[in-house]
């Protein structure tokens, strides 16, 4: 299984991005598929998921971050708007064996993950 993240880049504070995230290698139709960011010397934390038909948002990005799946094309994708200077991180897909509820933020019930995409939010 290989997670492909893009869509990553230089945005001014206010702009919008879609990320995407593409896996190969088994579907992922209901399972968790998530994204976390890193920013510098920070820990990694949790932006979103989508798991069994549900939708999952830390408060940082609620009404703001939109994740979607295409189960067509095995992807899922994060539109991001409003952007601001505190988004700017290294964002990481991830993808789980099984459906998550609740506990969606814990890391280490992601199976898989992608090897990050730069976003980049100017003041």
């Known amino acids: 299984v290989q997670l492909q993240a893009c869509g990553g880049g230089l945005v001014q504070a206010g702009g919008s991005l879609r990320l995407s995230c593409a896996a190969s290698?088994?579907?992922?139709?209901?399972?968790?598929m998530a994204w976390f960011r890193q920013a510098p010397g920070k820990e990694r934390e949790f932006v979103t998921a989508i798991s069994g038909g549900k939708t999952y948002y830390a408060d940082s990005v609620k009404g703001r971050f939109t994740i979607s799946r295409d189960n067509a094309k095995n992807t899922v994708y994060l539109q991001m708007n409003s952007l601001k200077p505190e988004d700017t991180a290294v964002y990481y897909c991830a993808a789980s064996e099984s459906i998550i509820y609740s506990v969606v933020v814990v890391t280490s019930l992601y199976d898989y993950w992608g090897q990050g995409t730069l976003v980049t939010v100017s003041s």
């Open positions: 290698g088994r579907p992922f139709s209901r399972n968790a």
